[in-house]
């Protein structure tokens, strides 16, 4: 199966347009959408988990439309919205016995085999017994990505995988999303932080004020920044020029200064040396060409 948007757009109240003419294909595996907070990658993910109705635009499943079929592409979802939230009562496996009673799961013992399983692969066994409510902000996240498989959905959407988590965390959770990337599902991330999408995912979109300005590899993305790339030396008192001339990724405290990173074609009037790219330079590289109100901030992880 694979995922087939064309012309896709969302207008909101005091046209606000949230999506202008999307085309993108997604096919089977980790698939990364990658962004800017307000790019419009939440309103595509809610429009393709059918919480939201595009103003314009196809969607198609494989065979099925998602304005026609949407009851048959729901029991086909799992999902975990950025803001997951459990039932104060119910402990971490009763939350996923009612996540998976909802996921069509009416069988009791295939059910609770499924849950002691994903509770093991999302590593929080341990604590099904805990009320989920109770866990920590990590194992509250995994515990939602538990009740988003439960059902063995075709369609996997993860909206901000990693907010909230600590560098271990998120070590974790990229590493358990490229054990389930050999099945048959279509994974999708949605995030703002550029290492979610470099450790994880083969194919990726980028939204900007929503419209896509890079659909491709990581790989390729990094190929079209090649050359661009610079290690400069700088003296405290030079930092904040530099910030005003030129994006900077990267910046380490040296005994001298700063050793910085930056993205340019060229870099004028300091100790500048080139670089091998990565992601990180690549997103700042597109994101900087792609608005002529320039660059504001990204986050790297």
């Known amino acids: 199966m694979k995922i087939e948007i064309i012309g896709l757009k969302k207008e909101y ?13 997604i096919e089977q595996g980790m698939f990364g959408l990658l962004g800017p907070n307000g790019a419009g990658k939440t309103t595509l993910m809610q429009i ?18 998602i304005t026609k079929d949407r009851a048959q592409i729901r029991s086909m979802l799992g999902y975990l919205p950025q803001n997951f939230s459990t039932f104060t009562r119910l402990k971490a496996w009763e939350f996923l016995d009612y996540s998976g009673q909802l996921a069509g799961m009416t069988n009791k013992r295939k059910r609770r ?27 509250k996240r995994r515990l939602g990505i538990a009740q988003a498989m439960i059902g063995n959905p075709k369609l996997l959407v993860i909206d901000e995988p990693t907010t909230g988590l600590d560098p271990e965390e998120r070590l974790h959770f990229r590493n358990m999303m490229s054990k389930m990337s ?25 939204l900007n004020k929503g419209e896509l300005i890079y659909s491709g590899s990581p790989e390729a993305l990094i190929q079209r920044t090649k050359g661009r790339v610079w290690v400069v030396q700088v003296k405290d008192a030079e930092m904040q020029q530099l910030k005003e001339r030129y994006p900077v990724v990267v910046s380490v405290p040296t005994l001298n200064g700063y050793e910085v990173q930056v993205v340019a074609d060229s870099v004028e009037g300091y100790d500048a040396k080139p670089a091998a790219p990565d992601i990180e330079h690549a997103y700042v590289n597109l994101m900087e060409q792609s608005t002529s109100e320039g660059w504001d901030g990204y986050e790297i992880a």
Request: charged fraction near 20%; charge should be negative; proline fraction near 2%.
């Open 113 to 139: 085999e499924s849950i002691d399983k994903m509770l093991e692969l999302v590593g929080i066994y341990d604590a099904r017994n805990r009320q989920a409510n109770k866990l920590s902000g990590g194992m």
């Open 182 to 206: 050999h099945n048959e599902t279509i994974i999708i991330l949605s995030t703002h932080i550029v290492g979610d999408i470099s450790s994880t995912c083969n194919t990726m979109a980028i």
């Open 48 to 65: 393709l988990v059918t919480l939201l109705e595009p103003t314009a635009g196809v969607v198609r499943f494989g065979n099925l439309d």
């Open 13 to 25: 109240p005091n046209d606000v347009q949230a999506l202008k003419g999307i085309d993108l294909v």
